[in-house]
């Protein structure tokens, strides 16, 4: 007698999913629930326990929604990160590009989701100034008659598509900008964080010479922390999301005065 065929969603041991999970971020950086329930043909209380069970172990840190690497002074270049929730970055990138007026000076820093941001923005095709530390948003906006780019100085990283250092930060500080959009690699109550020292100087450096401080993050990276500080949420006036923060996530942003908007599916 022959055995019965095998369901089409298998279900993989518990030891394997996990293999699988750690595997996932050691590529991507992030998972989230959904992601896992849909990859491994399980529920999504299951994909909880998983992650709960690897974060107990000391394996990712737990995030709203999902799962990010341990390390805090590692993440994946800005590459990968842009193949991670594409979806919710390009809303967020199309909502942020709605608060640019023309005759805007902006600072906008390297990162996946700022590069994107800069590409929506090119197509309002405005009378800005921008100064970038990234090549991909100087190459979005410099392709425009009615933009004037300034490239900052400094030394090429090309993992992040952009320049940092002293020299970076120095020559921001010439500079006096209407807004500035930044990313983090996490968001807490505590503030914002990221994995790198050199980026993080810029980023702080943006928010110190912008009248208005917008930070760009999606959900995947609430709760997560990361090697350095980059500021308080006192130090932001709005931050862009796809959905939501977590109820304590959301208060300290209230408490902080931080204006949170969703981007519109």
């Known amino acids: 007698m022959s055995k019965p065929a095998a369901p089409p969603h298998a ?3 518990q030891r394997e999913r996990h293999a699988q999970i750690l595997a996932m971020l050691r590529r991507d950086g992030i998972v989230r629930i959904a992601t896992l329930a849909t990859t491994f043909g399980v529920t999504t209380e299951t994909a909880r326990r998983d ?5 107990e172990s000391g394996a990712l840190q737990r995030t709203y929604g999902g799962g990010a690497s341990q390390s805090l002074i590692d993440e994946p270049g800005i590459g990968l990160r842009g193949l991670v929730h594409a979806p919710e970055r390009q809303r967020i990138a199309a909502a ?3 608060l640019v007026e023309p005759g ?4 906008i820093d390297a990162g ?3 590069s994107l941001f800069a590409s929506a923005l090119a197509v309002r095709n405005l009378h800005l100034t921008v100064v970038t530390n990234c090549l991909p948003v100087a190459t979005a906006l410099g392709a425009g008659e009615r933009c004037r780019v300034i490239l900052c100085p400094g030394d090429y990283v090309p993992r992040e598509a952009g320049v940092f250092g002293t020299e970076t930060a120095a020559f921001l500080r010439r500079f006096q900008a209407n807004k500035a959009f930044v990313g983090a690699g996490g968001v807490t109550a505590n503030g914002l964080t990221d994995a790198d020292s050199s980026a993080c100087a810029v980023k702080r450096t943006m928010l110190e010479r912008a009248d208005r401080s917008i930070l760009l993050v999606d959900s995947s990276k609430f709760d997560v922390v990361q090697f350095e500080r980059i500021a308080a949420l006192a130090d932001l006036d709005d931050l862009i999301t796809e959905v939501a923060p977590p109820r304590r996530l959301g208060a300290a942003l209230k408490g902080a005065g931080v204006a949170v908007r969703l981007a519109p599916r």
């Open 51 to 55: 992650l709960d069970e690897l974060a």
């Open 11 to 13: 279900r993989l041991p």
């Open 112 to 114: 996946s989701t700022t």
């Open 96 to 98: 942020a590009a709605l």
């Open 104 to 107: 805007d000076a902006l600072m």
